[in-house]
């Protein structure tokens, strides 16, 4: 549920109930339904000597004018392929509709408000980092192939794309190149996340990372989502469990 009035109204019970405990606030969720300024926070971010770099896609938002999507594209220098994706992520179905465009021209069919994003070659693996608290759990999905120069001169159109990111696309226990299947370090993603809580002000939320193709420690985050499908991570109960007791014995 969303909207002023819901917000609101969760404001007033928190007010008016001092002894529930809260655990992110609401108010700062806004942040991650808005995929222009979800990503902001990883931008702003100088990680670059710490076990790796991380940054961005290049990307740009389109509110509204379909047939002059191909010159915004242009003026800002993107480079095709294009992942388009729903400005608005509120969790509904829809806003997990991605597309992939092949050409310039096609962009036209595409639907604002979205973003767009530049589609980095990642060896088909993503990594979803789920965050408890300071927990971290890291689990491998399957994603999209790399696209080759080949597939840009001979494919053109605008391509719907599956939801990469379901259980069911496990990677964890396929076999991988060893160069793709590599975790992020560690002490790479604890940075991330615990700068990610403080400007954020959120405890629960996961991150989608891909590595750059041919690289070791170029890291790229595509999306941010708040409370995400826990269910498909492995061990959450005993996370879930450990979080919320660490938070009654710092709020007694």
């Known amino acids: 549920m969303t909207g ?8 007033e019970y928190r007010q008016t109930h001092q002894n529930v405990l809260v655990l992110d606030p609401p108010e700062a969720t806004k942040h991650l339904q808005n995929r222009q300024s979800m990503l902001q926070c990883v931008a702003d ?4 000597e710490f076990y790796g770099k991380v940054g961005v896609p290049r990307q ?12 915004f594209v242009a003026e800002a220098g993107l480079r095709l392929p294009l992942v388009a ?5 509120d969790g509904s179905a829809k806003s997990h509709e991605l597309s992939l465009a092949y050409d310039r021209y096609s962009l036209q069919k595409l639907e604002p408000p979205l973003v767009l994003q530049e589609f980095v070659n990642h060896g088909c693996v993503l990594f979803k980092v789920f965050i408890v608290g300071e927990a971290i759990k890291v689990v491998r999905r399957f994603s999209l192939p790399n696209v080759t120069k080949q597939d840009l001169s001979n494919d053109v159109g605008v391509y719907r794309l599956p939801r990469v990111s379901r259980a069911a696309a496990s990677a964890d226990d396929a076999d991988l190149d060893p160069s793709v299947a590599e975790l992020p370090p560690l002490p790479l993603l604890e940075r991330l996340a615990k700068e990610l809580r403080q400007k954020l002000g959120l405890r629960l939320f996961n991150l989608d990372i891909i590595r750059e193709h041919g690289t070791r420690d170029h890291y790229k985050v595509t999306d941010i989502n708040y409370f995400p499908g826990y269910g498909k991570m492995p061990g959450y109960e005993q996370m879930f469990t450990d979080f919320i ?3 009654m014995q710092q709020n007694r």
């Open 4 to 11: 002023r009035e819901w917000r609101q109204i969760l404001e």
């Open 45 to 48: 971010m100088n990680l670059s």
């Open 60 to 71: 740009l938002v389109v509110k509204r004018d379909a047939s002059s999507i191909p010159d």
């Open 85 to 89: 994706k729903p400005l608005v992520n």
């Open 245 to 247: 007791l660490s938070l």
